[in-house]
């Protein structure tokens, strides 16, 4: 291993105090997407006082920054997501009790996401600085990546433009290099106006907006059959009238539509939009379609993903202590084995079945999973990846069978097990970002491998020119 990256790797643990207060801190707040307010700030006045300079309020979204620290090529991103999730709060215990009666928690980890970009980009900026590195090297805090905003404006609004490759990393089961690509997606709100009457004494003078937003989601299960396997449409009724003696004349439904390709999730959205207007017909109303968001499908990148698991195994990955595993062993008693069995059966990790009695997987993966083509959730990061090398990688801070955005990732990512999850990602972190500051050749494979990715794919942002980050939709 190189001394710069001896030297980054040690900076963390030297610094774990300045990193383990970080993440709690973040995971206390548990501020939701665009309201990450105090979390930005944070980051962003620690990278400033470590000799970043720092864009603050960047895409229209208040607590979007870019910290830059360097100048020249290569430019090197980190990505650090900052946002919790609402009702997942529950304390740092093994057992269920929320701090707050539905208040927000990081049951997806981002208070860890944070941190390793944070300590990442701090460790590679000292090494940088006592051996005389040159290149540039970016922290981009992104907002809202649970309703897919941050990132995918940052793009459209040029932050990450001249970025030579960028690495994310995001808490999960396993310390691995996942290269499994998620879905596309299109977020969207319709809202449906007809006519109020009194529904028992004149119905026939109404229209009812809720009869519209039922028969566009009749028509939509009915599309289900018809569309590739992989797509996920979901939706709820954010608002279907008052009382049932009114004819309610606005109901209001929120659509996500996935797939696993970009052009499929526009196939799919235009018939879906259609279908709206065949609501209309059916209904008597009319509509207005108010579009929040789009991503891509994932794109991995294998020589990164390569570069990272070299890193996770020179480093060597976290142990625990009897009172970590006791942790974990008891907050696994929440989770029926069933469940844990049957998700393991559906990971693609090698040897899954391995860890049917493992609470915390110490091991460390070869990069895995390219089989699996979307399906499932979806990220902003990869509206990042379209345009440039982008890797994310997973170190374990959740216990194995936990399911996805639960209160029990709330609770260890708040523990001890979590800050060690944060420590050893910021290592492996800064150790890449070194590799990729000194190793033109690793830089040149990943933008071969981007490029044949991209091959016949062109990016196009999905948001419209003007569209704004959805800030008014903040309660
Ligand atoms: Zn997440």
């Known amino acids: 291993m190189s001394t710069a990256k001896e030297m980054a790797i040690g900076w963390v643990s030297e610094q774990a105090e300045l990193l383990r207060r970080v993440h709690l801190q973040v995971w206390d707040w548990a501020e939701v997407g665009l309201k990450e307010l105090k979390t930005g700030k944070l980051l962003a006045d620690i990278l400033e006082e470590h ?13 979007a920054f870019v910290a830059t620290y360097g100048s020249g090529a290569p430019v090197i991103g980190m990505m650090a997501e900052l946002d919790a999730l609402p009702g997942l709060s529950q304390e740092a215990l093994p057992y269920r009790q929320p701090r707050e009666e539905n208040g927000a928690g990081h049951g997806c980890g981002h208070c860890g996401y944070a941190t390793a970009a944070l300590g990442g980009a701090l460790a590679a900026r000292a090494a940088m600085e006592q051996f005389g590195l040159p290149g540039t090297i970016k922290c981009f805090g992104c907002p809202a990546e649970e309703t897919l905003v941050g990132k995918v404006f940052m793009v459209r609004d040029g932050v990450f433009g001249g970025v030579d490759a960028c690495l994310g990393h995001h808490p999960g089961q396993a310390n691995s290099a996942m290269m499994g690509s998620g879905n596309a997606m299109n977020s969207v709100k319709f809202e449906f106006y007809g006519k109020a009457s009194h529904a028992g004494g004149s119905p026939e003078q109404g229209i009812s907006a809720l009869d519209a937003v039922e028969l566009m989601n009749v028509g939509v299960n009915y599309m289900r059959e018809h569309v590739v396997q992989e797509t ?50 059916m209904a008597g109303t009319t509509h207005k379609v108010r579009f929040l968001t789009g991503v891509h499908n994932g794109l991995p990148n294998r020589p990164l993903a390569e570069a990272i698991v070299a890193n ?16 974990a062993a008891e907050l696994a008693t929440s989770i029926p084995r069933e ?50 090398p982008t890797m994310q990688f997973s170190t374990a801070a959740f216990i194995v069978g936990a399911p996805g955005h639960s209160w029990q990732n709330t609770a260890s990512s708040g523990s001890s097990i979590g800050v060690k999850s944060s420590l050893f990602a910021s290592q492996v972190m800064a150790a890449t970002v070194l590799d990729l500051l000194t190793e033109p050749e690793l830089l040149a494979a990943a933008r071969q491998d981007w490029q044949a990715r991209m091959q016949g794919l062109t990016y196009k942002c999905p948001l419209p020119p003007d569209l704004e980050p959805p800030l008014d939709q903040l309660d």
């Open 51 to 63: 000799g970043f300079s720092v864009e603050r309020g960047v895409a229209g979204m208040p607590s």
């Open 232 to 281: 996920r449409m979901h939706y709820v009724i954010e608002d279907g009238g008052h009382e049932p003696n009114v004819v309610p004349a606005y109901a209001r439904s929120w659509y996500y539509v996935r797939a696993p390709t970009r052009d499929l999730v526009d196939k799919y959205y235009e018939w879906v939009l259609r279908i709206a207007e065949g609501a209309d017909l």
């Open 312 to 327: 996770m195994r020179a480093i060597g990955a976290p142990s625990y202590t009897d009172d970590e595993l006791a942790f």
């Open 339 to 388: 469940q844990k069995l049957t998700g393991l059966r559906r990971s693609l990790l090698p040897d899954a079945m391995a860890l049917a009695d493992v609470d915390i997987d110490t091991r460390i993966y070869d990069p895995y999973g390219e089989e699996r083509k979307g399906g499932g959730g979806s990220s902003d990061v990869a509206d990042v990846a379209w345009n440039t």
